[in-house]
């Protein structure tokens, strides 16, 4: 045992020494108070900070009176709070912090009910006023670049890449006009400019926007930037390289990419079982049972019934130049006379009318006349004002630099992610 003592004697005088020695080359170092810790604007070294969940069943006077806060206290703060925070208003799941006082009564002082990740609110009952109010933790903003290879679609590779639905959402929108997410292939990239959020530095609570990229689709390069081309109207569009809206009057597909094409607009079709030729005047996007259609432009409804070999279906006026169809839904989501904005959902694919299996006829009329939206040289948006481009221009340079140099690092048929999260 001596012996132990004695190593550990001479450990330390080693140690010392050698600390001395450093500090004889070193300028003394200044000892520094540790820096106060503040949470939602409190000095967390004045108080105890207590952390729970609001279990079920339980009150807010419930978990006070745990605390050993009075009921009379307790109905004060609940009544002086009321227009701000009802406390009936609190929820199971729901996380809470109470802060009390560092004696040895631990008095309560403050009881903060957290919404969500950011979002809180604050009830002071320390000092004889009683204040309640809302709290929002700063949120930092941190661009990433990402860039993906598609292998199926592009909600499989989305998800490989450690990105969530709503991000793909996002980037299927800005191409919904431009992209056919049928017809993706094995092989084309996409590369991506966007936003994550952050409270505390490290806590990702959710996607910002998406600011610039670029999808590789069959060796073509088609990029987008979100810009603001109307100072008045303010709302932010994705404009290509040339400054042309990405937005068109019409969608590509019904259907949010998760779709396939079995039938097409075919004047010629042969129908196998009578050997004759019989007009299929519409595109068939087969989707699963259920899948959301959407209207894929504004209008009023003008038809809405289940007939014959149409099935259920829903027809769509835009203006007096266009008309859509959508065949053989399982159920309809408009009336006639409802006013539909592109996008929205009108009803959901099924097998009623004529069909083999689960798909939407999507039929598009022009002057009254049934043509293949896909051959037609539909309408886009409003253009960027020439006056504007020049400005435009300039923004986009260095996003159109950024973008170029991400590299694809192709793992299989994957990439990581450039930045690490
Ligand atoms: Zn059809």
Not at 243 to 257: N, V, W, Y
Not at 271 to 286: E, S
Not at 325 to 349: A, C, E, P, S, T
Request: charged share 25%.
């Amino acid at each position: 045992m001596k012996k132990y003592i004695l190593l550990l004697f001479i450990f330390c005088a080693f140690l010392s020494c050698k600390k001395e020695k450093k500090e004889e080359i070193k300028t003394p170092v200044k000892i520094e108070k540790p820096k106060p810790i503040y949470a939602f604007g409190f000095n967390l070294d004045n108080y105890n900070v207590i952390n729970d969940t609001i279990k079920n069943g339980e009150s807010f006077g419930v978990i006070l009176d745990r605390y050993h806060v009075g009921y009379p206290k307790i109905n004060k703060i609940a009544t002086v709070i009321k227009d701000t925070f009802d406390v009936r208003r609190i929820r199971s799941g729901k996380a809470f912090t109470i802060l009390t006082s560092r004696d040895s009564l631990e008095k309560p002082q403050v009881f903060i009910y957290k919404h969500n990740k950011v979002n809180a609110t604050i009830i002071n009952f320390k000092d004889s006023v009683i204040l309640s109010y809302k709290f929002k933790k700063k949120i930092k903003i941190i661009e990433k670049e990402i860039t993906g290879q598609i292998f199926s679609n592009l909600s499989v590779t989305m998800d490989s890449l450690n990105l969530s639905a709503s991000l793909t959402n996002t980037v299927a929108d800005i191409y919904a006009w431009t992209l056919d997410f049928y017809r993706l292939q094995k092989g084309d990239k996409f590369k991506l400019i966007y936003e994550e959020k952050f409270i505390n530095d490290t806590v990702f609570v959710g996607y910002g926007e998406v600011k610039a990229a670029v999808f590789n689709h069959k060796g073509e390069d088609l990029y987008a930037y979100k810009f603001v081309g109307d100072s008045i109207k303010n709302i932010p569009e994705f404009y290509n390289e040339k400054g042309d809206m990405l937005r068109r009057a019409f969608l590509k597909s019904p259907i949010k990419f998760q779709y396939r094409i079995s039938s097409r607009y075919n004047l010629r079709r042969k129908i196998a079982l009578y050997g004759r030729v019989r007009p299929h005047r519409g595109t068939d996007f087969a989707a699963k049972y259920g899948t959301p259609i959407m209207t894929t432009a504004s209008g009023t409804v003008v038809e809405a019934a289940r007939k014959g070999g149409n099935g259920n279906y829903v027809k769509v006026m835009h203006n007096g130049t266009y008309t859509t169809q959508y065949l053989h839904m399982k159920r309809r989501n408009v009336r006639v006379g409802d006013y539909v904005k592109q996008g929205d959902i009108i009803g959901w694919v099924g097998m009623t009318g004529n069909t083999s299996g689960p798909h939407v006829c999507y039929r598009f009329w022009k002057y009254g006349k049934q043509v293949d939206p896909f051959r037609e040289k539909l309408p886009s948006a409003e253009p960027l004002d020439s006056l504007v481009k020049p400005a435009y221009f300039k923004f986009i340079k260095p996003l159109k630099v950024r973008l170029d140099s991400i590299k694809l690092a192709i793992k299989d048929t994957v990439s990581a992610p450039l930045n690490k999260k």
